[in-house]
């Protein structure tokens, strides 16, 4: 029952393997800190390289990183209820940087304050640029699905890119 | 029903400004001198008419009770501008941004709740850099906040802990000098809210304790977060209350519980059933306050309602475990004083700290370059990140690995070091408190027996 440390060294060479790099942050006015442990271990297991940059990231400091690692894909995880508001402003910011434009970008987490009603935010969030959104716990099932479908290769796909989700936990 | 004795709303004559409220170490302690536990919620609400109808509640709740400012994120980051636009476009803030409201329309506020002279209220934040703050609330009539260097910075920040320390000590510099009596209570017994063995958790307390002392301050509490197992709990508080006495004895002290702080039981049931230990936790530890968590933990920021439930609640559990003592209960009563292995390894930290520097300000910023103090599973850059601790099979909280901390290095048998960390039992530990009151809670069919003084998950240990 005892596990050992959480942070291990991201696993060498992800992408050879199929893997993503992906960068993993919170948004500006967020600390909490366990949920990105999470993700970054989930993600380590499923063969990608993770960038953990951890809580109180400014929009400046993530579209820094964003170009100072060239992620594969962003996933941003707030749960202290300013998500939906942190997160319009921050993707406003990306998406307005023409070489971040189409990066894709997830979020998820607790984005409002108000439990079981915070689904309502998935469609604005979507709106304001995100690729995909998932709500708190039910969120995870289909995270892992659209990790799975993002890692397929989409070149020959000829519409627009992979269509906009935003997944509350109900089958889709 | 409203049991804090009256206290002058002016304070001493000495005092540099006026209080709105009553003084709340003084409040704490007057409750303490007739026996009652105060019980307080963590509560904020961003516009006024939410505020001040949350305070009115706590103010007549059936218990108790000192009053609460939550203040919100951006608050706590510095982004006023932010609060501001989202109360200018109606948007939910996850609490009451003091700043972007303004000192008068706080004053007015509390003016409003009109219990000045026998409610005392204390300001919440999170904020490693807090002088704005603390400014704010002494210009809104305030004398209480909560926090400290290492506690408002490793858990809440990217701020570096030397500007943390600095701005801590101008902060409480500024808060003593200001109101005569003025509180500080330190965030230090929570430490990231889980998984954090109670030695360090009670070194932490008591060091910012000190911290605050050096810089002025003659009110303080102490903290310490409930964890995952009673006996364990009984033990840090004991310890926490012998060092408080040994180190801070010339202040007014005293110490406050903070119901659990990690992952949250989902259940109502198994919620209220996790409040209630925490209540006979205090009542049987001496301890003079509590913060109570409510069973929307797990989903949402609590309303007025589920505040005022979980105080009500908390009361009438402290009140039946009032005669309780921690021998009545199958613990030995010189452990329970603090001489036990959590007194132990607290004070071998706060030793080492305090020899490596007079200023304590200093001393804390060497201890955590040199990984010894060293905080499990936090991120922030100037944490050492070598320790690891883990839920033993006897629901105890233990390193798994203590890094430079100078503590006895642990058998190799419990480190399993090599080995990463599944996705999968990282959750499980986690979720290890919420697992155990949510199976308790799905088990029992629901009936009208009336409830027992003793609740039923305690009774198990
Ligand atoms: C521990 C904790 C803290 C610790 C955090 C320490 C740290 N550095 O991490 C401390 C005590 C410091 C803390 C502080 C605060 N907290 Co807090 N905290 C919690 C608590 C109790 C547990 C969180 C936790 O550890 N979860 C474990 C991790 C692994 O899971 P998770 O974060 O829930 O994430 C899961 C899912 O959401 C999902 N997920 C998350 N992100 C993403 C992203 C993607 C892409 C996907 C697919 C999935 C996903 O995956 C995870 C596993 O299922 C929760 C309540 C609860 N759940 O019981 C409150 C809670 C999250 N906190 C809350 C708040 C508001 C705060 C504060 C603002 C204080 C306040 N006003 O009450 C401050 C934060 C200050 C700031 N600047 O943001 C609220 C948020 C309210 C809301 N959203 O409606 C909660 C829900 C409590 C409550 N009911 O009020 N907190």
Wanted: charged letters at 20%.
């Amino acid at each position: 029952m005892y596990p050992p440390a959480p942070t291990g060294d991201a696993l060498p060479d992800a992408r050879q393997g199929g893997g993503q790099r992906v960068l993993v942050s919170s948004v500006s006015s967020d600390s909490h800190t366990w949920n990105l442990v999470f993700l970054q271990l989930m993600l380590e297991e499923l063969g990608h390289e993770v960038i953990n940059i951890g809580s109180c990231v400014p929009d400046d400091l993530l579209i820094a990183e964003c170009r100072r690692t060239s992620p594969d894909m962003v996933v941003i995880s707030s749960v202290n209820g300013h998500g939906h508001l942190d997160g319009r402003r921050l993707i406003a910011r990306l998406r307005a940087e023409p070489d971040l434009s189409a990066l894709p970008v997830v979020i998820g987490g607790k984005l409002g304050t108000r439990g079981a009603q915070n689904r309502a935010h998935g469609p604005e969030l979507i709106a304001a640029g995100f690729d995909a959104v998932f709500e708190d716990t039910a969120g995870v099932a289909p995270f892992r699905r659209y990790l799975e479908d993002a890692a397929r290769p989409v070149l020959e796909s000829a519409g627009p890119a992979r269509p906009a989700l935003a997944a509350t936990g109900d089958p889709r | 029903m409203k049991t804090v004795p009256a206290l002058p709303a002016g304070g001493p004559s000495a005092t540099v400004r006026r209080r709105a409220t009553a003084p709340f170490g003084a409040a704490v302690a007057a409750a303490a001198a007739v026996g009652r536990l105060v019980v307080q919620p963590r509560m904020g609400f961003p516009d006024v008419p939410g505020m001040q109808a949350g305070l009115q509640a706590v103010h007549a709740a059936d218990a108790t009770t000192v009053g609460t400012i939550t203040l919100d994120s951006y608050t706590r980051v510095g982004d006023h501008a932010s609060a501001r636009k989202a109360l200018d476009d109606g948007s939910d803030l996850n609490g009451f941004p003091i700043v972007a409201h303004g000192a008068g329309t706080t004053r007015r506020m509390i003016g409003a709740v009109g219990a000045s002279a026998d409610f005392a209220i204390q300001v919440r934040h999170g904020s490693p850099l807090p002088l704005g703050i603390v400014q704010a609330l002494l210009d809104a009539g305030l004398d209480a906040t909560e926090g400290g260097p290492v506690s408002y910075c490793l858990p809440y920040s990217r701020t570096p802990l030397a500007r943390a320390v600095d701005a801590w000590a101008d902060s409480c510099e500024l808060l003593a000098d200001q109101v005569e009596g003025a509180h500080l209570e330190s965030f230090g017994g929570c430490m990231l809210g889980q998984l954090c063995p109670p030695g360090l958790l009670v070194a932490l307390s008591l060091l910012e304790g000190i911290f605050f002392r050096q810089h002025g301050l003659r009110s303080v509490s102490l903290s310490y977060a409930q964890g995952t197992s009673f006996g364990q709990d009984v033990d840090a508080i004991g310890a926490l209350r012998r060092l408080a006495g040994e180190f801070l004895g010339d202040l007014q002290w005293h110490v406050v519980l903070y119901t659990y702080m990690g992952v949250f039981p989902r259940t109502p049931a198994g919620a209220l059933s996790l409040l209630r230990d925490s209540a006979v936790l205090a009542a049987v530890t001496g301890t003079e306050r509590m913060i109570v968590k409510t069973p929307a933990e797990a989903h949402r920021i609590p309303t007025v309602a589920d505040n005022i439930q979980a105080l009500e609640e908390a009361a009438r559990s402290a009140e039946a475990a009032a005669g309780l003592s921690p021998g009545l209960l199958g613990l030995d009563a010189g452990t329970a004083r603090g001489d036990n292995p959590v007194y132990a390894e607290a004070r071998a930290l706060v030793d080492a700290v305090l020899h490596l520097d007079a200023d304590v300000g200093k001393a804390l910023l060497q201890a955590f370059a040199k990984g010894y103090l060293d905080v499990p599973y936090c991120l922030h850059a100037d944490n050492a990140q070598r320790s690891r601790s883990g839920i033993a099979p006897d629901g105890t909280l233990q390193w798994l690995s203590v890094g430079s901390m100078p503590l006895p290095p642990l058998n190799a048998a419990s480190g399993t070091g090599a080995q990463r960390l599944r996705a999968d039992d990282f959750l499980d530990m986690l979720s290890y408190v919420q697992r155990r009151y949510d199976d308790a809670a799905l088990e029992e069919l629901p009936t009208d027996t009336p409830r027992t003084p003793l609740p039923t998950s305690l009774a198990k240990d």
